[in-house]
Structure formats: structure tokens, C-alpha cells
């Protein structure tokens, strides 16, 4: 099996019209599976004290930042279930599944009694739903771009993809913005008695109407024609067997991309609190214009992947991406305001677009129609896990130990460096290994 395979093309149909009522119903989901995400994430310092209380504030935190980890140990697990899943029993099977299985885990979240109530069974049950969340997130990056290339004219795999990465903005924008109503509306005694439960509460109510969209979808048609051949039967064995050397470069493309975001979007908003001490208000705004930015931008950088090549785009934004992260922290550390903020997120959007744009569709290209779930499930929750899952918890113990708040900045260095070896690596290798 080649891991240059070709890719098949959509229907006469779908190139005619677009992909649009398709790419709206994969969207729609996955905004609501990001958004639960990154709300826990938000709230992080509230759910330390709640569920996770101690004498010492930053064993709290760490302790809270901990159980957001333990969900992405989760999503490789979920990767191989629900990846394998959308390969063998078709893409919309996976995303209806996976969503349910994120609304079961965020009800959880919602309606756990604190450590104060019932001691600890109240962390236990953060820890299982966290981990349900983790599971169905694991399953969701497959399943959902396999779905948008599918339907996408493959000339056009770039932007549809990136409607993945845009609707995580959505997703940002959402979330970021219901933490900062509420933070801005009620109290800190309310916020963190009951008001941190009505984001979650969001989250619960808009899922129904989700899994109702997602369970009127179509098929994508490559997916029906491999499965009338019966290719679809052993796709995690001919991953893991046929295909791993294209997976472990495919988990480097992946490393410094969502180091990066895990760092500069989902930790600022704890970053700005903890250590500039920006209110939390604030601190919100800025993730929602790093998700403003990312959910316009990454179409545009879709598109420019198409146009130019995805390699070619990849590299120069991995590589601008670890030059420029030390400098931000920097900047925000010298002039702490909320007008420094605001425009360092802002750049901070533009550059996780330019990143993980062109990514869906690179790793779509990669792996073949009957192991697509499968391969783009494992290689990005694989990376997600290892790079990002706990870097909020890598992060401050980074600065706890050396007591610089530059400290995560040297974390993004690192892995950008390792996403632009493999993206060298991986290109090399695609270019060798052209179909016949």
C-alpha cells in the first residue's frame, strides 16, 4: 500500500454544487465537541478549587490543568474505536456516535456536586467525564476531515478541510466569549458557585441539535465506493503495519502546530490571570480574538495550501511560528495590559491558521479512502496527546521551576522545531513515493 496513495474523486454532483450543506453539518458538530474542550480549560482555576482543593494554589491548578491531560490520554483510545469505526462502518456512524459520547461527558461536568458535597467522588467523576470528552474528541478530527475532503472537489481538499480548524475557532470564539460574559456579569462567589456550570450548560443544550443535523447527513460517496469493494476490514492492523512510518511523521507534522495552540490559545487565558494579572474578563477577549482570527483566517490558508502546495505553506508558518512565540511573551510580560494582549492573540490566530490550515488535507493525502479515518484519527490525537494535551501542565511547571514566566515559549520553540523536520521529511518522502 502506498502512503502516496490517490485519492478518489467526488461525485460529478458534489463538485457542481459544493460540498456546503455537508461541510455545514460536519462543522456544526465539531464546534460544539471543541467548544466543551476548550470551556473546561477556561474554567480550569474554578474546577481546581472545586473539585481539586489544596493549601497550595499552584498544586490546585496543577492538579485541575492535570485532569484536562488525563482527558488526551483518552483520545488515542478514541482514535483507534472511533477512527477504525468510520472506516468500517462509514464517517457519519463515527460523528454521531461521537457526539453523543461528548454530550454524556459534558453532563457529567455539569451536574457534579464539588469536593465540599461529596468529597471524592466529585474529582473521580470530573476525571471520567473528562475522560468520555477525550474519547469522543479522539474520534472527531477523523471521522469529520475524512468527511470534508470526501465531499470536497480534491482541487479544493485545502479550503474544505480547513473548515475543520475554522470551526474549532468557532469554537474558541464561543467558548471565550460565554467565559467572558459571565466573568463580566456575576460575582466571583457566583461564578464559582454555579455560574461556570451554565457554560457548560450551553454546551448541553445546543448538543441535541447536533446530533440531529449530524444524523441527517449523507455518506461521503468515496467512502461508499470503497466499502461496496470491501477494503475497509483491518484498517487500524494496515495503519499501524503498512502505513506507520507515514504515521510517525505524520504525529511530528502535528507537534509544533498544536503546542502552539494548546500554549497560545487554550493556556493564555490561565497564563494572563495567574501570571500578568490581567482579569479574568480580559483575559477571555484575548482567546476570542485568537478565535476570531483563526476561524477566518484558516479557509484563507486552506485555500493559499491548494494554490502553493501544502508543504510549502506548512513550513514557512512552523517556522515563523517558533520564531516568533519567545518575542510575544516578551512583549506581554513588559507591557502586561490588555491592549498588549489583545494584539499579541491576534497574531496568535493568524499564525495557528497559517499552521493548521493546510494540516487536514495534508494528512488526508497521506492516508488512502479505506484507512482515512483511521490514520488521520491516530496521527493527529497521537500528537495532540504528547504536545498538547499537557502542556498547560508542562508549562507551569516550567515556570514554577524556573521561575520565568518566558518559560512556555521555549516549550513552542521545541516542537515547531520538530514539526518542520518532519514536514522536510515527509515531503521528501511523498515525492519519492508518487502513484503510478
Known amino acids: 500500500m502506498s502512503t502516496a496513495s490517490t485519492t478518489l474523486h467526488a461525485t460529478p454532483a458534489t463538485t457542481r454544487r459544493g460540498p456546503w ?24 482555576v474554578v474546577i481546581g478549587k472545586l473539585f481539586f482543593p489544596s493549601d497550595n494554589e499552584t498544586t490546585s491548578l496543577l492538579l485541575a490543568v492535570g485532569s484536562f491531560g488525563i482527558s488526551f490520554l483518552m483520545r488515542p483510545l478514541g482514535a483507534i474505536v472511533l477512527g477504525s469505526y468510520a472506516d468500517r462502518a462509514g464517517r457519519k456512524a463515527s460523528l454521531t456516535m461521537s457526539i453523543l459520547i461528548m454530550l454524556i461527558g459534558t453532563a457529567m461536568i455539569t451536574f457534579t456536586p464539588s469536593y465540599q458535597q461529596i468529597g471524592i467522588a466529585a474529582p473521580l467523576l470530573i476525571i471520567v467525564a473528562r475522560m468520555l470528552q477525550g474519547f469522543s474528541t479522539g474520534g472527531e478530527f477523523g471521522a469529520a476531515t475524512a468527511f470534508m475532503v470526501e465531499h470536497a472537489d480534491p482541487s479544493r481538499r485545502g479550503f474544505f478541510a480547513s473548515w475543520q480548524l475554522a470551526t474549532q475557532g468557532l469554537a474558541t470564539v464561543l467558548a471565550a466569549g460565554v467565559s467572558a460574559l459571565l466573568s463580566y456579569l456575576l460575582s466571583d462567589v457566583q461564578l464559582n458557585d454555579w455560574g461556570w456550570r451554565v457554560a457548560f450548560g ?27 469493494k470491501g477494503e475497509a476490514k ?59 482570527m483563526l476561524m ?32 510575544m511573551f516578551v512583549w506581554l510580560n513588559l507591557y502586561p495590559s490588555v491592549t498588549t494582549l489583545l494584539m499579541v492573540q491576534a497574531v496568535v490566530g493568524i499564525l495557528i491558521a497559517a499552521c493548521l490550515g493546510p494540516i487536514p488535507a495534508m494528512l488526508a493525502d497521506i492516508f488512502p479512502t479505506s484507512i482515512r479515518g483511521t490514520g488521520l ?7 495532540v496527546t504528547l504536545f498538547g494535551g499537557f502542556a498547560p501542565l508542562i508549562v507551569t511547571w516550567m515556570i514554577d521551576a524556573t521561575g520565568s514566566k518566558l518559560a512556555p515559549s521555549f516549550y513552542v520553540v521545541a516542537t515547531s522545531l520538530v514539526s518542520v523536520i518532519a514536514v522536510i521529511v515527509l515531503g521528501r518522502r511523498m515525492r519519492n513515493h508518487r502513484p503510478t
Open 296 to 327: 477566518f483566517m484558516a479557509p484563507v490558508f486552506g485555500s493559499l495550501s491548494d494554490r502553493f502546495g501544502r508543504f510549502r505553506v506548512l513550513t514557512l508558518a512552523l517556522l515563523i511560528t517558533g520564531l516568533s512565540s519567545y518575542p
Open 21 to 44: 450543506k455537508e461541510i455545514i453539518a460536519a462543522s456544526f458538530g465539531n464546534a460544539l465537541e471543541f467548544y466543551d474542550l476548550l470551556i473546561y480549560g477556561y474554567f480550569a
Open 202 to 228: 450551553v454546551g448541553l443544550l445546543i448538543g441535541p441539535v447536533g446530533f440531529y443535523i449530524r444524523s441527517q447527513i449523507d455518506e461521503t460517496p468515496d467512502f461508499q465506493k470503497v466499502a461496496a
Open 377 to 383: 484519527a491516530l496521527s493527529y490525537n497521537f500528537s
Open 234 to 292: 483491518t484498517p487500524l492492523r494496515d495503519v499501524l503495519v503498512k502505513g506507520r512510518t507515514s504515521l510517525l511523521l505524520s504525529i511530528g507534522v502535528v507537534a509544533g502546530a498544536t503546542a502552539f495552540n494548546y500554549v497560545h490559545k487554550l493556556y493564555m487565558p490561565t497564563y494572563a490571570l495567574k501570571q500578568l494579572q490581567i482579569t479574568a474578563t480580559s483575559s477571555y477577549l484575548g482567546a476570542l480574538v485568537t478565535g476570531v
